[in-house]
């Protein structure tokens, strides 16, 4: 019920939920819980297949509460901030290049020229999100917060049906 539209209901799913998900787990738990949710929603199962194993992509490096930074912080022996400044900031392209992947997945070329305004505004606010924080030398939460911030985006942003009063409200107002 968070969206009327399909496009926006696969990226809330596809590209953000997922992230959340990798964010805490990693490890594949993305795939296997949003997948499913998406094809309960009505997606095909291999468009659900395919969007969540592109959607999480951005979130990995910062993803599994930040062990793939950690190990990275370590192998270079560099500041977790000076690294997190960087490594952050090098995600706003693909950040949105995924979402842009994903809305190819559900919908083709269409779907990529009707959610272009919309994956652009969210994956700058993701990526942005997750660079502000990684900066500070926070890698662990950094794709947690970055996706949170994409799922209430979008789903502030997507359209909803109205639901039709009862016919109790419209025998009285009426």
């Given amino acids: 019920s968070l969206s009327s539209d399909r496009l926006m209901l696969g990226l809330l ?3 953000c939920l997922t992230a959340v998900i990798q964010a805490v787990a990693g490890y594949g738990v993305p795939v296997a819980v949003c997948a499913p949710l998406m094809i309960a929603a009505g997606f095909d199962p291999i468009v659900a297949a395919a ?26 022996k560099i500041a977790p901030e000076t690294l997190g400044h960087w490594v952050g900031l090098t995600f706003a392209v693909p950040t949105i290049l995924t979402g842009l992947a994903v809305a190819h997945i559900i919908e083709g070329w269409a779907g990529v020229r009707k959610g272009f305004v919309r994956i652009i505004l969210v994956g700058a606010v993701m990526s942005g999100v997750q660079w502000m924080v990684a900066r500070t030398g926070s890698g662990q939460v950094a794709s947690l917060l970055g996706s949170l911030s994409g799922v209430g985006l ?20 009426g």
């Fill in 13 to 15: 799913v596809a590209w």
């Fill in 51 to 76: 969007s969540t194993l592109v959607g999480h992509a951005w979130s990995i490096t910062f993803g599994s509460m930040g062990s793939s930074f950690y190990t990275l912080t370590l192998s270079t």
């Fill in 154 to 173: 979008v789903a502030l942003i997507s359209p909803r049906d109205k639901k039709p009063a009862s016919a109790a409200q419209a025998t009285a107002g």
